[in-house]
């Protein structure tokens, strides 16, 4: 029996490896994926670093070449960036960084208000490891500061606070609308990060809201979200408009 058991998975192995697959499986193939996921993690981390500024034209031939890939796979990487909001197709000029306009960064910003103010609101009745979440993403914050750092780092140790605030509704709904929102302004936010330069000050700001939190003053630490977010869609609509020299990602 247990030579008829080899024997058949063999023959399900001559069949598997011999046998061309069709119909919705016929495209699948593992190992162009991994050189797509490859290439769209090198140009996510050039866009996060902050290389690259908003509305710069992913050419696919130039970026082909630097990365010693096809333009099909350079196509399909720059098609998950567009899906993850990071690239916009534009009629007549390809792909582009994404550059948010200012009444989409107003926008975004007033969504991040309403979800972030009302987990600030429920850090009451949050259970201690939601709490423990801010806690720990701020120390974070803090211990970073002391790092040779990238704007990349800066950025994703920021929204943790943020995402943290976000998680405190208790809402898987709000905490993945929130989640589209920082994909949305981490381009921008590793801009502003990268002018502003003042991580000290960034700190700082987080810290006097976690205290607000801690002291259950709920009314103040809502006005302190308030005042922050306010100050940050600020910047990000200071560096949005700023005019920028034409940048592109390969030349
Ligand atoms: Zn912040």
């Known amino acids: 029996m247990a030579g ?9 192995q001559t ?6 697959l069709a119909g919705p ?11 797509v996921d490859r290439v769209a993690e090198e140009l996510r981390r050039s866009l996060f670093e902050g ?47 994404r550059r948010l306009d200012p009444e989409q960064v107003r926008d975004v910003c007033q969504a991040r208000m ?7 609101r429920r850090w009451n009745e949050a259970d ?15 211990d970073l500061t002391d790092t040779d750092y990238t704007p990349a780092e800066f950025t994703a140790a920021h929204l943790d606070i943020h995402r ?16 589209s929102l920082y994909a949305e302004v981490r381009l921008a936010l590793a801009h502003v990060d990268k002018v502003r330069g003042n991580a000290l000050e960034q700190v700082h700001s987080h810290a006097e809201l976690l205290s607000l939190l801690e002291k259950s003053d709920l009314d103040a630490a809502a006005d302190e979200l308030a005042h922050h977010l306010s100050g940050a869609e600020t910047s990000m609509l200071e560096a949005i408009t700023r005019p920028e020299p034409p940048t592109t990602l390969t030349r």
Request: aromatic content about 2%.
């Open 114 to 120: 309403v979800i972030e103010t009302a987990g600030v």
């Open 51 to 97: 290389e690259v500024d908003p509305g710069t034209p992913l050419r696919e031939v130039a970026l082909a070449a630097a990365l010693g890939v096809s333009r099909s796979t350079v196509r399909e990487a720059l098609g998950m960036l567009v899906a993850e909001g990071l690239a916009d197709r534009v009629a007549n000029k390809g792909t582009q960084v």
């Open 15 to 20: 069949v598997m490896t011999d046998t061309p």
């Open 25 to 35: 499986f016929a495209t699948l193939s593992l190992e162009p994926l991994s050189t």
């Open 164 to 179: 943290a605030l976000s998680a405190l509704t208790r809402s898987e709904r709000l905490v993945a609308v929130a989640e």
């Open 128 to 142: 201690d490891p939601l709490r423990d979440d801010v806690r720990r993403a701020l120390q974070a914050f803090s």
């Open 4 to 12: 008829a058991k080899c024997k058949e998975l063999s023959d399900n």
